[in-house]
């Protein structure tokens, strides 16, 4: 077939022609503008959009590779199916666009500003996004595999089923961004940001939060063994239902937090404030909570056996029903053992609507 030049390659985009199983290299894209171009398994050589801007283009089937999109707008195109290998992204703009199974393994987004834009199970793997925004992104089943997200803006984002275990991610601010069934463990993500997060049933065992920013996020069910929380501020934060088991938390600021049935058995709080948070049936057995401001914070209900408490500093803290065998206290000034009020109300829901508590009683969980 005899190549297009670029006057028959406009005219045709122009009339809405469906370009379709050519090779067109650089040549034949100078000064076509390829505003509503649909591609169809094409090829394309030494592909160069360089500072160009593509507007609802379509790339089906396309083959892409090595292409470059450097400092250029891509918005509203969709590339369904295309070979993206080792593309160029770095300072591009790329907004309501969608990436449908393309291959985007060894990626450059340096500097690249997305906006509302979907990748649906695409490779990413080894992809590079550094001092970059990330705003209303969708990453579906896409796999990341040894990519690096540094210093980089994140918002409203939305990662689905997400292994980011070998991905590395420094230096970033993150903010209403959801990770759903995403797995974190063994993970650093120290001096980072993540506000307003969603973590909901994550697997983030062994994770180092260490001196990052938590605050308003929600780990609701989330494995939290053995991480690392030295030092996090974490206000308003829930962990309902997570497991801390042995997670270490130290110097911390969990005020207003929400511990409500969470697993926190050999988990080192030492030092922290927890003003104001509740830990309503919480398995806190051997939990050291030494030195912690537990001012008109809420033990209702929980097991705090065998749990340090020395040095504690207690205001208005209810521990309701708490099973305290073994506990330790350096004092008991400022604890309010039995709400009376609390009491009498139990007492006569327990005389009208019988029936099991909403979490079991830590006396009726096995703990050991």
Not at 278 to 298: F, Q
Not at 322 to 334: E, M, P, V
Request: glycine fraction near 8%; aromatic fraction near 8%.
């Amino acid at each position: 077939m005899t190549p297009l030049s670029a006057l028959q390659l406009q005219q045709k985009i122009s009339q809405g022609e469906i370009i379709a199983g050519l090779v067109i290299d650089p040549a034949q894209l100078t000064g076509v503008t390829l505003r509503g171009a649909i591609f169809n398994d094409v090829v394309f050589t030494r592909p160069d959009f360089s500072l160009r801007q593509l507007e609802d283009v379509l790339f089906d089937g396309c083959r892409l590779e090595d292409a470059s999109f450097a400092g250029g707008v891509i918005d509203g195109c969709r590339f369904n199916r295309c070979s993206l290998g080792r593309a160029n992204f770095a300072g591009c703009t790329l907004k309501s666009s969608v990436f449908n199974h393309c291959d985007l393994t060894l990626g450059g987004f340096g500097g690249a500003a997305l906006t509302e834009t979907q990748f649906l199970q695409c490779p990413l793997d080894g992809a590079l996004f550094e001092h970059g925004v990330m705003e209303k992104v969708t990453l579906f089943k896409t796999t990341l595999a040894n990519a690096r997200l540094q210093d980089c803006r994140i918002s409203q984002t939305t990662l689905f089923d997400a292994d980011l275990q070998a991905t590395l991610l420094t230096g970033n601010n993150v903010d209403r961004t959801i990770f759903a069934g995403c797995d974190h463990r063994n993970n650093d993500y120290r001096g980072q940001r993540f506000t307003g997060c969603q973590f909901t049933d994550n697997a983030m065992d062994n994770v180092n939060f260490g001196q990052s920013n938590l605050t308003g996020s929600c780990f609701k069910g989330a494995s939290l063994r053995d991480a690392r929380l030295d030092g996090v501020r974490s206000a308003q934060a829930l962990f309902i239902d997570s497991d801390l088991r042995r997670a270490r938390a130290r110097r911390g600021c969990f005020d207003q937090s929400q511990f409500i049935g969470a697993d926190l058995r050999q988990a080192d709080f030492s030092h922290s404030s927890l003003v104001q948070a509740m830990l309503h049936y919480a398995r806190a057995g051997g939990c050291r909570l030494a030195a912690c401001d537990l001012a008109y914070a809420d033990f209702s209900w929980s097991d705090i056996s065998a749990a340090d408490l020395r040095q504690a500093r207690f205001l208005r803290t209810r521990m309701h029903r708490a099973r305290r065998r073994d506990t330790l206290f350096s004092t008991d000034l400022g604890i309010l053992a039995r709400d009376e009020a609390l009491f009498a109300a139990e007492e006569w829901t327990r005389l009208r609507q019988p029936g099991p508590p909403t979490y079991p009683h830590p006396s009726e969980t096995d703990y050991d």
